[in-house]
């Protein structure tokens, strides 16, 4: 079965900071990748995915993320991050051989101040 | 499109109550699942439905039943509730397409249970 794990739990930046946030996961097979995010009383939204192709990933808002498969990873990234981005972001996993089903890291919560 | 819509928005239930959490979508996706959310934990698969009339258990399934008669409604059953079971609960949807390969799964606003 994958998992995903996602490193910071917290994360408290100020305006204009750039952000970086970790994903890995394991698993051996064909993976297709997801960056979900959650603001303040909302359902998750689709940031960016990844199913095959440029390992570089352009999403929504600024974000963009890079798929490393030698290092299981996906991290997601915004080179200047605003307070609208305060927010919590869920890495997220689907084997193809699992069919629809993802599995999701714990999330990390990003504080930005303004 | 109303997309995926859950009722109600928010529930409290005392121990030993049963429930059912309301899921539907309109926009006719054959793939339906049902998460729940916990502090530090991400979202957990509780079941899933890949069309009307079949389902299967997720990564958490005790405790919770469901059934899919439709292709729009997914509902989640709690039989008797238990204070575990606090969470808030997230219906999806996705096209599942075909030879395994996932499409983008599209979230509804959630369910706030509180199990007293």
């Known amino acids: 079965a994958q998992s995903v794990s996602q490193h910071n739990h917290h994360v408290i930046l100020s305006e204009a900071a750039s952000l970086e946030l970790g994903c890995n996961y394991s698993?051996?097979?064909?993976?297709?990748l997801f960056w979900y995010v959650q603001y303040p009383g909302q359902h998750l939204q689709l940031l960016l995915k990844y199913f095959s192709g440029d390992p570089l990933v352009k999403g929504i808002k600024g974000f963009e993320a890079e798929f490393i498969k030698s290092k299981f990873s996906f991290n997601l990234r915004k080179p200047s991050v605003q307070w609208s981005d305060t927010a919590e972001y869920f890495c997220?996993?689907?084997?193809?051989?699992?069919?629809?089903?993802?599995?999701f890291g714990g999330g990390t919560r990003v504080l930005v101040k303004p | 499109n109303a997309g995926v819509t859950q009722t109600p928005k928010f529930q409290v239930l005392k121990t030993g109550q049963s429930m059912t959490l309301q899921c539907a979508q309109d926009m006719n996706h054959e793939y339906m699942s049902w998460y729940r959310q916990d502090p530090g934990m991400g979202l957990r698969l509780i079941h899933y439905?890949?069309?009307?009339?079949?389902?299967d258990q997720g990564e958490v399934p005790n405790g919770y039943n469901v059934s899919r008669s439709t292709t729009e409604d997914f509902p989640l059953r709690l039989l008797s509730a238990a204070p575990s079971q606090t969470s808030v609960y997230f219906c999806?949807?996705?096209?599942?397409?075909?030879?395994?390969?996932?499409?983008?799964?599209?979230f509804g606003p959630g369910t706030r249970l509180t199990v007293l």
């Open positions: 997220a996993v689907n084997a193809r051989a699992a069919g629809n089903k993802l599995t």
């Open positions: 698993y051996g097979g064909t993976v297709n």
């Open positions: 999806a949807s996705s096209t599942g397409l075909a030879g395994g390969n996932t499409d983008t799964q599209y």
């Open positions: 439905s890949v069309g009307a009339g079949i389902t």
